[in-house]
């Protein structure tokens, strides 16, 4: 009886060169006992010395895959259980069609189990943060997975968040990213992972506001995201009064009277000709509001529900030119009425600006999005579509006559000057356009909705409050 020790349960590398060397040897399953490190040695085996094979080893080359995901399974068996599945597979090179074997059958199960768990680990693991150290942001992660996969899906992990030093910790090991260079160490406990950081309070927000009562189906949730790995999610202690709530917060959808339906939606069909519509004299900001719901000059017009002209007196000093309407501006027909509006308006109050004295509008004036099932996902517009709708912003400005200008994003800025450049090459300072306007660049009130770092955030709003007293105080 020869006799294999395993230092590191789940290394497929150790095992793989025991492996090739027993086979080499014409050794037969049934001659090799099989242990781990930690374990006593039997009282009859004999120690196997791993050597390098003698002669090629020619093996089916997804068998060979399989077995580096299966070396992972929580048994003790497996060891021995690959190697019957390899020694066998030398002799029948298609033993892996044969699905009804026991063998094929348990390999093909195992395997099942340990993609399934490398799924859940990466859908799953959540980092807390630990602070910063030499300008690369640190993170943690505790996780207990099913099987021993971190070698699986730390490469993963490794793609995903390069840019910063992070540490998984599993009970059987655990994976370090740090400059930039991925090694491993020894398991650790729950203990060294803070329990929770300032990232979190936002993403149960967030959690709790895509939760859809109306859609709630506990056993398909569980099976997607099991028990088992409640207790290392944040979000999973708002789960419970979630779904206590679920069918109240239903009766309450329902008592909602439904709103009639978007009677500019179905515009197309009845929309006039070019030639009609070039007969209107754009001398008031309603003939351009009404001339642009005609507009065909790019193909966005085909998607979108509307246009959207902008909004404010024609006496207004100062004229804000964000990039684009969003989802709530396409279906009710305003600039700055969704997410980004609803911050805007908290900044326009901090720097004492009144938004109905303003001039609000877009360098492009139709919704350009990606449908997502039952979504539809913003997409930057292309130069192209900027300088093709620039005709519309120029001849609002020109009935308008802002004194200053105050562009919102990368976007706004070509389309108010007709060329691309940073907003960091032009914010900070007060630019002359042609005609004596004044430009104040600054950034898009989406930007501050994507920040997820408290501080940062609470930092750019303020930069960003301050450009709007700039803007406020240059117009007075």
């Not at 374990?39 to 090629?56: D, K, Q």
């Not at 419970?240 to 239903?250: F, K, Q, S, T």
């Not at 339906?261 to 515009?267: D, H, L, Q, V």
Request: one cysteine or more; glycine letters at 6%; hydrophobic letters at 40%.
């Amino acid at each position: 009886m020869r006799e294999v020790v395993l230092e590191t349960p789940g290394d497929f590398g150790e095992w793989r060169r025991a492996a090739r060397s027993l086979l080499a040897d014409g050794i037969a399953p049934e001659d090799i006992s099989w242990r781990g490190g930690g374990e006593g040695a039997s009282l009859f085996g004999e120690a196997a010395a791993v050597l390098p094979p003698s002669g090629a080893l020619s093996l089916p080359r997804e068998l060979v895959a399989i077995a580096e995901r299966v070396i992972c399974y929580r048994d003790a068996a497996v060891p021995a259980r690959l190697y019957r599945v390899l020694w066998r597979a030398l002799q029948d090179r298609r033993l892996l069609e044969r699905r009804t074997d026991p063998d094929v059958d348990w390999l093909m199960k195992a395997d099942k189990a340990i993609r399934r768990d490398v799924h859940k680990m990466h859908a799953f693991v959540r980092f807390r943060r630990l602070g910063e150290d030499s300008e690369r942001e640190r993170f943690a992660a505790w996780f207990e997975p099913a099987h021993r996969i971190l070698r699986l899906t730390a490469p993963f992990f490794q793609r995903r968040f390069t840019g910063m030093d992070w540490a998984i910790v599993t009970p059987d090991a655990r994976a370090i990213w740090e400059d930039e260079e991925l090694r491993y160490g020894p398991g650790g406990t729950r203990d060294e992972v803070p329990e929770s950081d300032v990232v979190e309070d936002q993403w149960r927000t967030y959690y709790g506001a895509i939760f859809n009562p109306a859609r709630v189906k506990i056993a398909a949730m569980r099976a997607e995201m099991p028990k088992k790995y409640w207790h290392n999610l944040p979000e999973a202690q708002d789960i419970a009064p979630l779904l206590a709530g679920a069918e109240a917060r239903v009766e309450r959808m329902r008592a909602v009277a439904v709103s009639a339906a978007n009677a500019r939606t179905e515009k197309w069909r009845k929309r006039v000709t070019d030639d009609d519509a070039s007969t209107e004299a754009l001398d008031t900001l309603d003939a351009i509001a009404r001339a642009l719901d005609r507009c065909t000059r790019c193909p966005l017009y085909c998607d979108a529900t509307q246009a959207v002209a902008g909004e404010g007196p024609v006496t207004a000093r100062i004229m804000l030119v964000g990039e684009q309407p969003g989802d709530q501006e396409d279906l009710q027909g305003r600039p700055f009425v969704g997410p980004a509006g609803q911050v805007l308006n908290e900044a326009l109050d901090e720097a004492g600006m009144d938004r109905r004295r303003l001039f609000l509008t877009n360098a492009v004036k139709h919704f350009k999005f990606e449908p997502r099932g039952k979504r539809r996902l913003h997409q930057n517009p292309t130069a192209a579509e900027i300088d093709l709708c620039r005709w519309w912003l120029d001849k609002e400005r020109a009935l308008v006559r802002p004194d200053v200008i105050v562009t919102l994003g990368g976007s706004a800025l070509r389309g108010v000057t007709g060329r691309s450049a940073t907003i960091a090459s032009m914010r900070g300072s007060v630019h002359e356009l042609e005609g004596g306007t004044k430009l104040i660049a600054t950034v898009h009130p989406s930007f501050l909705l994507r920040l997820p770092d408290r501080d940062r955030a609470a930092k750019e709003r303020a930069m960003f409050v301050a450009d709007l007293i700039r803007a406020r105080k240059l117009a007075a």
